[in-house]
């Protein structure tokens, strides 16, 4: 499990006893918070963000646990970067993750200097791949966000548990959180059991502020000695959900070097792994 999955689970998570599973909205830092029911139906931006992330060409910028990140879609390939265009260095663009071609590739960087490592997508549970390069989440790296996924469920590139059904739209809201007001439109996810029973729900609070979707956060319910507990799981800031793709986003003006992935051969063992290509450069820049 990543770390950020594992923070959200243990550290950042605030648990709340509130008095009934459809009533939970929670913001993870303390806040003043007045909720009414307003008449039911999805924010009319709903149905667009669902038209956009299904068409499979769009860019997506939001933050999480402060840090800003984007994923971009284009021709069946995915693109995950963090920080932001024009920021200064320490914010810059940085390559995280990319999905091209049938093959899937995870960057790092050598001081300033990005390189890559690639993998075709049928070798991702090879046995042999050194598991210092965390190829296992490469996937989930470039999928979509799984608060964004109450808009687009069958991501192609997600993973849902066969326990837990997709979000579907429940009720709308009026929610205060200190002195500001959203509409929250609430996505129920229902955790069965292999008995086929409920084991607990996940809300997705999807909040609005004057039309646009501003965050949404991922809530935990469960039932206990008849009242409900609630706890945050997750929250992300939606910056944009456009369906502008940066000009050379997956074919860079620099040329960014791409080297085998790790699977135990002479190379890896000599601490130089074969040179197979590159990403970008100016004559392949697009």
């Given at each position: 499990?990543?770390?950020?999955?594992?923070?959200?689970?243990?550290?950042?998570?605030?648990?709340?006893?509130?008095?009934?599973?459809?009533?939970?909205?929670?913001?993870?830092?303390?806040?003043?918070?007045?909720?009414?029911?307003?008449?039911?139906?999805?924010?009319?931006?709903?149905?667009?963000?669902?038209?956009?992330?299904?068409?499979?060409?769009?860019?997506?910028?939001?933050?999480?646990?402060?840090?800003?990140?984007?994923?971009?879609?284009?021709?069946?390939?995915?693109?995950?970067?963090?920080?932001?265009?024009?920021?200064?260095?320490?914010?810059?663009?940085?390559?995280?993750?990319m999905?091209?071609?049938?093959?899937?590739?995870?960057?790092?960087?050598?001081?300033?200097?990005?390189?890559?490592?690639?993998?075709?997508?049928?070798?991702?549970?090879?046995?042999?791949?050194?598991?210092?390069?965390?190829?296992?989440?490469?996937?989930?790296?470039?999928?979509?966000?799984?608060?964004?996924?109450?808009?687009?469920?069958?991501?192609?590139?997600?993973?849902?548990?066969?326990?837990?059904?997709?979000?579907?739209?429940?009720?709308?809201?009026?929610?205060?959180?200190?002195?500001?007001?959203?509409?929250?439109?609430?996505?129920?996810?229902?955790?069965?059991?292999?008995?086929?029973?409920?084991?607990?729900?996940?809300?997705?609070?999807?909040?609005?502020?004057?039309?646009?979707?501003?965050?949404?956060?991922?809530?935990?319910?469960?039932?206990?000695?008849?009242?409900?507990?609630?706890?945050?799981?997750?929250?992300?800031?939606?910056?944009?959900?456009?369906?502008?793709?940066?000009?050379?986003?997956?074919s860079p003006?620099?040329?960014?070097?791409?080297?085998?992935?790790?699977?135990?051969?002479?190379?890896?063992?000599?601490?130089?792994?074969?040179?197979?290509?590159?990403?970008?450069?100016?004559?392949?820049?697009?």
């Amino acid at each position: 499990m990543k770390a950020r999955k594992i923070l959200a689970l243990a550290g950042c998570a605030a648990l709340l006893t509130l008095p009934g599973m459809a009533e939970v909205y929670a913001d993870p830092a303390p806040a003043a918070m007045q909720e009414s029911a307003v008449p039911a139906g999805e924010q009319a931006g709903a149905a667009d963000y669902r038209t956009r992330l299904a068409s499979g060409t769009f860019c997506v910028t939001y933050v999480r646990d402060g840090e800003a990140q984007r994923l971009i879609a284009q021709n069946g390939s995915r693109l995950a970067q963090t920080g932001r265009e024009g920021a200064k260095k320490a914010n810059a663009i940085r390559y995280k993750a990319m999905y091209k071609d049938g093959n899937y590739y995870q960057f790092d960087y050598n001081g300033s200097k990005p390189f890559a490592r690639i993998l075709p997508a049928h070798m991702l549970t090879s046995p042999a791949l050194n598991p210092e390069e965390y190829w296992e989440d490469v996937p989930d790296d470039v999928a979509l966000p799984e608060e964004l996924r109450i808009f687009f469920a069958d991501d192609q590139f997600s993973y849902r548990a066969p326990s837990l059904t997709a979000p579907a739209y429940e009720t709308t809201k009026t929610l205060t959180l200190g002195s500001k007001t959203y509409t929250a439109d609430v996505y129920k996810s229902v955790i069965r059991t292999q008995a086929n029973t409920t084991a607990g729900t996940i809300l997705y609070n999807a909040l609005y502020d004057g039309g646009r979707l501003v965050r949404i956060q991922k809530v935990l319910v469960i039932e206990k000695n008849g009242m409900s507990e609630a706890t945050v799981l997750s929250s992300i800031e939606i910056e944009g959900i456009s369906d502008q793709i940066p000009a050379g986003a997956f074919s860079p003006s620099f040329e960014i070097p791409v080297y085998e992935a790790g699977t135990g051969g002479m190379n890896d063992l000599l601490g130089s792994p074969a040179r197979v290509g590159t990403i970008g450069g100016k004559a392949n820049a697009k």
